[in-house]
T-cell receptor, first 112, second 111 residues
Framework: DGGITQSPKYLFRKEGQNVTLSCEQNLNHDAMYWYRQDPGQGLRLIYY???????QKGDIAEGYSVSREKKESFPLTVTSAQKNPTAFYLC???????????FGPGTRLTVL | QKEVEQNSGPLSVPEGAIASLNCTYS??????FFWYRQYSGKSPELIMF????GDKEDGRFTAQLNKASQYVSLLIRDSQPSDSATYLC???????????FGRGTSLIVHP
């Protein structure tokens, strides 16, 4: 089956901890994206990558980091510098450019 | 600042009626427009995309684009309770290639 997988589905973090959210796709898409969604809010772009070994900050990159060492993988690290990380995190991919984005199932992160 | 505006709703329609969801965008350079459906607690799934002015139909769904008015709409015919969800509108321009999402409109279809 082709698609985008995210793990874990639920994640709990203690104050001061870094956590890494996984995103993998087997759609052979060049572009990958990370969004954050808070209740009643739209999607806010954290980071995006249009090609391997290159990525760009989105609107709310502070407190987050990413890597793109493989075409299939785009992990997101939520660092302790992110003051309010509790949210629903969505990974997406697209062939590139203006093409349709397809979303993974999401990871719900809660800070204890 | 590129913006995509949607009425948050909720929009409540009876089963079998036509639901009309609207979206306006600020960037005149926007070229691609998308409608996603998001059930509570789930990720968005693509319903329709449209690039050209006019209407595009897919089953019970029709997307309408008017670039002169910077307006996109989604019509859902014969609405079903299973259509109850939040509908997200997104617009992407040739400049950034990154879509801007609206906050979504909540649709409730009651039996």
């Amino acid at each position: 089956d082709g698609g985008i997988t995210q793990s874990p589905k639920y994640l709990f973090r203690k104050e001061g901890q870094n956590v890494t959210l996984s995103c993998e796709q087997n759609l052979n898409h060049d572009a990958m994206y990370w969004y954050r969604q808070d209740p009643g809010q739209g999607l806010r772009l954290i980071y995006y990558s249009q090609i391997v070994n290159d990525f760009q900050k989105g609107d709310i990159a502070e407190g987050y980091s990413v890597s793109r060492e493989k075409k299939e993988s785009f992990p997101l690290t939520v660092t302790s510098a992110q003051k309010n990380p509790t949210a629903f995190y969505l990974c997406a991919s697209s062939i590139g450019g203006l093409d349709t984005q397809y979303f993974g199932p999401g990871t719900r992160l809660t800070v204890l | 600042q590129k913006e995509v505006e949607q009425n948050s709703g909720p929009l409540s329609v009876p089963e079998g009626a036509i639901a009309s969801l609207n979206c306006t965008y600020s960037d005149r350079g926007s070229q691609s427009f998308f409608w996603y459906r998001q059930y509570s607690g789930k990720s968005p799934e693509l319903i329709m995309f449209i690039y050209s002015n006019g209407d595009k139909e897919d089953g019970r769904f029709t997307a309408q684009l008017n670039k002169a008015s910077q307006y996109v709409s989604l019509l859902i015919r014969d609405s079903q309770p299973s259509d109850s969800a939040t509908y997200l509108c997104a617009a992407a321009s040739g400049g950034s290639y990154i879509p801007t999402f609206g906050r979504g409109t909540s649709l409730i279809v009651h039996p």
